[in-house]
T-cell receptor, first 113, second 111 residues
């Protein structure tokens, strides 16, 4: 199994709060990704990074932001959480080859009340 | 419209039966990935296919890629309760970006 971690696994929070979802991998992968998935729905790419100081927006528009200061760390931040942000957030990483396998973390299930 | 269509959306089979899940891309495929997701967990990589006509097997799971039709199928032989979960196909349609995923197929295997 790949070594990619996400914390917290579950988060219930009130509207307006600032939250940060953590994602770390110990494989030295350059590429990292954030996906959003609602139950029974597609995985939507919201952010990705090719390496340190590189971040790009994905196919699905998101109010979240990301940063990549270290290779192993790719946190996602919501400045002001809203109920519409309730979803599961999955982090993934891969080696710097475009056809390489993506390894996924366990996900963070976020509920905004 | 979805770029990646999976069928069926859900499937219930009896233990020991064979089953097939299909994945069709509306765009050119540079790579097709199959993952399994258990409820509340992340995705577990199963197989990756890149070449037209390619076929890979792992234990009782076989995946094929028909490049001309931009389709892939995942076949499970003699299903077991441990095969239950959500199967997702992911497509690399540009060769440069992250994968696009289908909506998944929910598989239940009844003992």
């Amino acid at each position: 199994e790949a070594d990619i971690y996400q914390t917290p696994r579950y988060l219930v929070i009130g509207t307006g709060k600032k939250i940060t979802l953590e994602c770390s991998q110990t494989m030295g992968h350059d590429k990292m990704y954030w996906y959003q998935q609602d139950p029974g729905m597609e995985l939507h790419l919201i952010h990705y990074s090719y390496g340190v100081n590189s971040t790009e927006k994905g196919d699905l528009s998101s109010e979240s932001t990301v940063s990549r200061i270290r290779t192993e760390h790719f946190p996602l931040t919501l400045e002001s959480a809203r109920p519409s942000h309730t979803s599961q957030y999955l982090c993934a990483s891969s080696v710097r080859d475009s056809t390489d396998t993506q390894y996924f973390g366990p996900g963070t299930r976020l509920t905004v009340l | 419209s979805q770029e990646l269509e999976q069928s069926p959306q859900s499937l219930i089979v009896q233990e020991g039966k064979n089953l097939t899940i299909n994945c069709t891309s509306s765009k050119t495929l540079y790579g097709l990935y199959w993952y399994k997701q258990k409820y509340g967990e992340g995705l577990i990589f199963l197989m990756m296919l890149q070449k037209g006509g390619e076929e890979k097997s792992h234990e009782k799971i076989t995946a094929k890629l028909d490049e001309k039709k931009q389709q892939s199928s995942l076949h499970i032989t003699a299903s077991q309760p441990s095969h239950a979960g959500i199967y997702l196909c992911g497509a690399d349609n540009t060769g440069r970006r992250a994968l696009t995923f289908g909506s998944g197929t929910r598989l239940q295997v009844q003992p």
